[in-house]
């Protein structure tokens, strides 16, 4: 099915219930929690999208069959809501470099240089101190693949910045927001889905750029064609 035709919102509460098994005041409950943001008629109605309806079954499957309370839904759903809007802002920018090409003006592409957040530094018992965590706690997530660290040649564990700011996200989810192991993984796997998306689509740009300004060398240096 098409994005727009996704996006589209076509179903009135009553109908959008019955399709995910909801009483319409639940829905009510979620949209006054900013879970789903359903669009509105011209008299004020509720309308909601395709997507929306993914968004309601995704909530009910987080909340009957993991048991994820309601600030860990909100989690969950607040990524899936940037998600949705990565593909938006990926066209958005394609479109402003064809504006760009447009008007005659070259976009020069910069390699992409390496994230110091990303460099593994800290072995296990540093990192453990720097997240107030025992190091058992950090290798429990890793096997349940919240948190992915590096290895140095001797295979020693080695913890990034990037490393830390999960398991300080991870901490804050589970012992200021209540929510469970598995709400936690749903968390960490979509905010991994997100940064993933995120670069390809920063990659995806940065080599249309280069392509772009490739071509426009070429063009001019073709030989310009001789009189007959």
């Known amino acids: ?17 019955e399709l995910v098994d909801m009483h319409p005041q639940t829905l009510r409950l ?24 993914e968004h309601l079954r995704e909530i009910r499957r987080l909340t009957q069959e993991l048991g994820v309370n309601l600030a860990g839904v909100e989690e969950v759903m ?31 592409a910069l390699p992409a240089p390496d994230d110091p957040k990303d460099r593994p530094v800290y ?28 290895r140095s040649s001797g295979k020693t564990r080695l913890y990034s910045e990037r490393d830390i700011d999960h398991l300080r ?11 469970n192991l598995a709400g936690v993984e749903e968390i960490m796997r979509l905010r991994q ?6 670069s390809r689509m920063e990659g995806n740009v940065r080599r249309i750029q280069q392509d772009i300004t490739d071509r426009m060398t070429s063009w001019r240096e073709l030989p310009a064609p001789e009189d007959e």
Do not use: C, N, W
């Open 123 to 150: 072995v296990i018992s540093i990192a453990a101190e720097l997240v107030d965590m025992h190091p058992q706690t950090l290798r429990l997530y890793e096997r349940k693949e919240l948190i992915r660290p590096g």
């Open 169 to 179: 996200e991870i901490r804050r989810l589970t012992q200021e927001l209540g929510v």
């Open 30 to 53: 979620y949209e006054r929690k900013g879970l789903i943001k359903p669009g509105r008629s011209g008299g004020k109605t509720r309308l909601y999208s395709e997507r929306d309806i």
């Open 78 to 108: 607040r990524l899936q809501h940037e998600l949705d809007d990565l593909q938006g802002e990926f066209e958005a920018e394609i479109e402003r470099i064809e504006d760009e090409i447009r008007s005659q003006q070259q976009s020069k």
């Open 1 to 17: 099915m098409p994005a727009d035709t996704r996006t589209k919102p076509v179903y009135v509460i009553s109908v959008a219930a």
């Open 193 to 198: 889905e997100l940064d993933g998306a995120r």
